[in-house]
């Protein structure tokens, strides 16, 4: 073969290698209002950065009509490319190409991406959109993932891994997204599921539709399976885009900083006009958050799961930090098993890779009943406090109405591993309630009264005045400094930058053992 021939015959393969499974097979995809692999990654990356690896990797199986059926990529593509200038390697797996089902060429090209992610210390991102296993293939199927499933928990707080569902993700496929960090959605493209409506409805004879069995809104709101919930490929992809610039590529960067607009010395006095003044009327701890941290800065996480806790990532004069926020307007911001789980994994996200952590403390205590003791609140509520315990990056906490009980010692306690405590001087903290307290402490003296209502008020204000006022907490260096509601924003700054060069030495071991 001439020269001529041999750069011809490379030409015919590049057109259809980049052709994927053909115009037909891209069409319908478009009409199912999903871009295709490449579409999805050069959005996703800065303009021409992207260089992509193991581009004419082929699936070597020939069973089952396999033969006729080879593809060059073998139905995804990996690389690396730039998002804002930080360089992310990436896999995106091609519906149009054999449903991009994972076979062994498949799921070697994944696993290299990864492991190249890892050795550069760089995020990773898997946009997933595929049918599953490549069933013609059988066990070489199954080894990919265990393949994949092995290289996120190597990678798992080394480096950011991100999982962004755009097609169907079901059966052994979704092991792997569960494992990364943080999983996007969008709303009637995005599924994920261990088992289809059909079998579910063969086993169970439970009848429900894909959507609502594992879609966006189940998994974002009531599985806590998926972070981020959008309307359109496009805004999520801008989504990932936009979270990247909270992380730091790996486990040994500081968290990033960036020129802030918002002054420092920016006083909040509306703080107090946002607290009611009944102790126990709810509002929304969110408006706290955006009033606190640099101007539209706040980045939600799992904002429709357990909304009785709000985490997500802020700037706090340009720097990165990560809001552990009790929010009253839900369950009275009581702590539950979802909550718990929910703090937990976004504080250990926040450990691995050096964000500090900023606690905004409204809380009465853990939820009670008997179905949170049954479904194992105490195991799971257990996991807030290994997490904080465990992280050794900056810890702020700062208790704006309410701090009882062992909800105290979660998000507050420097006991438990918080480096600066601060209260408003209007705070109460406590092992309860003063109601409850005085019913206790005050049980015979109130009952013995000649009025005993005005007896109990009595005792209830005593209490609050000589236990739960913060003063009395702070005599005891529990709180490191009671605060004016106006200057909160300056001194979480303060703070913060007072501790951020904090190191912490554990012993050595292999692992903890969380409680799970």
């Known amino acids: 073969m001439g020269n001529k021939e041999a750069l011809q015959k490379f030409k015919d393969m590049r057109s259809k290698m980049l052709a994927g499974g053909g115009e037909a097979r891209i069409a319908a995809q478009h009409e199912k209002g999903k871009l295709t692999a490449r579409e999805r990654i050069n959005l996703l990356f800065d303009e021409g950065s992207f260089i992509e690896d193991g581009t004419y990797m082929t699936g070597r199986a020939d069973k089952f009509g396999l033969d006729k059926n080879k593809f060059l990529g073998d139905g995804v593509v990996t690389g690396c490319g730039k998002v804002d200038g930080k360089q992310v390697f990436v896999s995106s797996q091609d519906f149009t190409v054999l449903g991009g089902s994972l076979g062994e060429m498949h799921a070697d090209r994944i696993a290299n991406a ?109 599985s806590g399976v998926a972070h981020f919930r959008f309307p359109t490929e496009e805004a999520c992809i801008e989504g990932v885009r936009k979270l990247l610039r909270y992380l730091p590529a790996n486990n040994m960067e500081p968290s990033p900083v960036e020129p802030c607009t918002d002054p420092v010395d920016r006083e909040t006095p509306e703080l107090m006009d946002i607290l009611p003044d009944n102790i126990n009327q709810g509002y929304d701890m969110k408006e706290f958050i955006n009033s606190i941290f640099d101007a539209d800065s706040f980045m939600e996480v799992q904002a429709d799961f357990a909304k009785n ?179 909160a924003r300056v001194e979480l700054i303060r703070s913060v930058e007072m501790h951020i060069t904090k190191r912490e030495d554990r012993p050595a071991k292999k692992h903890g053992n969380i409680p799970l």
């Open 114 to 222: 990864q492991a190249l992610a890892l050795k550069n210390g760089t995020p990773f991102i898997q946009v997933n959109d595929s049918g599953g296993a490549r069933i013609q293939e059988g066990i070489l199927a199954l080894g990919g993932y265990g393949k994949l499933f092995r290289n996120n928990t190597i990678s798992s707080g080394v480096i950011p891994q991100l999982s962004v569902i755009l097609g169907p993700c079901a059966g052994g496929a979704v092991y792997s997204p569960a494992i990364t960090d943080f999983i996007f959605m969008v709303d009637g493209i995005s599924n994920m599921y261990i088992t289809g409506p059909e079998v579910i409805k063969s086993v169970t004879g439970e009848e429900i539709s894909q959507e609502a069995l594992g879609g966006a809104a189940a998994h974002c709101g009531t």
């Open 309 to 487: 806790v709000v985490v997500g990532f802020a700037k706090l004069n340009g720097r990165t930090v990560g809001v552990f926020a009790n929010n009253p307007k839900f369950f009275a911001a009581s702590l539950d098993i979802n909550s718990s789980d929910k703090g937990a994994r976004f504080i250990r996200f926040c450990d691995s890779f050096n964000i500090p952590i900023v606690s905004l403390v409204d809380v009465p205590g853990f939820l009670p009943g008997v179905e949170q003791e049954h479904g194992g609140i105490i195991r799971h509520g257990a996991k807030i406090l290994y997490a904080i315990a465990e992280a050794t990056v900056p810890k702020i906490a700062l208790i704006v109405r309410k701090s009882y009980g062992g909800a105290f010692i979660a998000m507050s306690a420097k006991q438990l591993g918080y480096d600066r405590t601060l209260a408003f001087p209007t705070s109460q903290i406590a092992v309860m309630g003063a109601a409850g307290a005085a019913n206790i402490i005050f049980r015979k003296d109130i009952k013995a009264a000649a009025d005993p209502a005005a007896k109990r008020a009595e005792k209830i204000a005593e209490f609050e005045a000589e236990v739960m006022n913060p003063f009395v907490a702070a005599g005891y260096g529990y709180v490191d400094d009671v605060i004016d509601p106006k200057y």
